[in-house]
């Protein structure tokens, strides 16, 4: 096993009614002034943003928001939301809604505290961050794992970068997480949030570690197994409490770093996916799923023990050669994933057959110009970008 750090500060306040502690655990953590984040309005059209201001003004607390938050969030809003949150004099970040709104309240809680220096520097690493502000979260959706993660995924609309910035200032203070909140999510947002939650953990699960790590592993594959088993049903019936709550819990678990914990992280889904949502827009959980096989088939002989491994703890797969059980587990997820009627190509992902100059361009973004390598457990360099890109457009 691996070293490790690891330090998830971030008090979680989760069951039915959660967001109902907001006002106290705020006013126990000694904010003040609160600058609130969040989307489109799903939070408005429920009552929840009325509600959490409505209570916190009347424990003394002085609000102000800000919704506008697109999925994919946009560095313009954040930019614009720093210099409101300034001007407000705020001392306290509050996201209302999913990972999007989440990490914007992050990049706003970098940005007003560091007013000298432009916030994307951050993301761009041409600054490094010290400090920030506290940052509370109530989550809407269970997908990105932000409410708890070290990390926040902005995309700068002027260039079509997506970038996401790894720092401990990253994790949030506090999350209100409240399973009932979930049941209004639009379905195409509960399976793409569902995939997500999946990716997380497999992108932990394979990398070039080759030490021992039963209990990580035992951990990464029963999450697994219970996120699939409860997206069946909360397919099925979004108001399934019990199910919605595993969902929920798995999305926290997934990101917070357990499932990495003595082995790391690799990514590569991610790193791919970004390019497709940086350019076309696309919703992140359909962006990974629509590369997950690609990437499989590309780099499944890197480690066929380990494919084989994943096939039998989580699928059940304990036929065939290792090779063919290696295989078999991919077909199976792939079929999974085709049957919650998530995107397995670019096709089905809603972006068509691209040109060859576009993969370039995507794998040219991806590898910083071509100067770098993603990923662990298959690096990826350009020339490598470019093969997976190629297998899944279709
Ligand atoms: O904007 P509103 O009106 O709130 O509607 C949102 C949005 O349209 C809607 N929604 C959320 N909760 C709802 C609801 N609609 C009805 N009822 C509710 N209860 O869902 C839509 C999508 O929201 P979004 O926040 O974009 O989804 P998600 O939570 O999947 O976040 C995706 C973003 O997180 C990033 C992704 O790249 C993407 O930008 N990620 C962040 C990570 C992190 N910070 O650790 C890790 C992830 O890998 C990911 O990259
Ligand atoms: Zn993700």
Not at 107 to 130: C, K, M, Q, R, Y
Not at 210 to 237: G, Q
Not at 374 to 380: E, G, S
């Amino acid at each position: 096993m691996q070293a490790f750090n690891f330090k998830v500060p971030t008090e979680i306040v989760f069951g039915r009614d959660a967001e109902e502690k907001v006002a106290e655990k705020l006013s126990a953590y000694n904010a003040h002034r609160v600058f609130i984040t969040y989307g489109g309005g799903s939070v408005v059209k429920s009552g929840l943003l009325g509600k959490i201001e409505k209570s916190l003004q009347s424990a003394g607390l002085f609000t102000q928001a800000k919704g506008g938050v697109q999925p994919n969030p946009r560095l313009s809003w954040v930019r614009e939301a720093i210099k409101e949150a300034l001007a407000f004099q705020a001392d306290f970040i509050l996201a209302i809604g999913g990972g999007s709104v989440i990490d914007s309240a992050k990049a706003v809680a970098h940005g007003t505290a560091n007013p000298e220096i432009d916030v994307w520097s951050f993301w761009s690493g041409t600054a490094t961050l010290t400090k920030s502000l506290p940052v509370g979260t109530v989550l809407t959706l269970a997908a990105a794992g932000s409410e708890t993660s070290d990390s926040a995924v902005i995309t700068n609309e002027e260039t079509g970068k997506k970038a996401g910035l790894n720092t401990p200032f990253n994790r949030p203070a506090l999350a209100f997480m409240n399973p009932e909140l979930t049941f209004t999510v639009p379905k195409k947002q509960l399976i793409c949030g569902i995939s997500d939650i999946l990716m997380h953990t497999l992108e932990r699960y394979f990398t070039n570690v080759k030490e021992e790590n039963a209990l990580t592993d035992r951990i990464a594959e029963s999450l697994l197994k219970t996120v699939i088993a409860c997206s069946f049903r909360a397919i099925k019936d979004q108001t399934d409490y019990d199910a919605m709550s595993e969902i929920m819990y798995a999305g926290t678990i997934s990101h917070c770093g357990l499932t990495e914990l003595g082995r790391c992280k690799d990514f590569a889904c991610h790193k791919l996916g970004h390019e497709l949502s940086g350019r076309f827009d696309v919703t992140h959980g359909a962006s990974l799923t629509a590369i997950w096989g690609s990437w499989a088939e590309y780099v499944y002989r890197d480690d066929i023990p380990r494919f084989a491994q994943f096939a039998e703890k989580v699928w059940n797969i304990t036929s065939g050669t290792e090779e063919e059980r290696a295989q078999a587990g991919i077909a199976k997820t792939v079929a999974y994933f085709k049957e919650i009627q998530m995107p397995t190509n670019f096709t089905e992902l809603g972006i068509g057959v691209q040109k060859e100059d576009v993969l370039v361009q995507l794998a040219d973004s991806c590898t910083a110009g071509g100067t770098k390598v993603v990923a662990n457990f298959h690096p990826i360099d350009k020339a490598t970008a470019i093969e997976i890109y190629r297998l899944a457009n279709k």
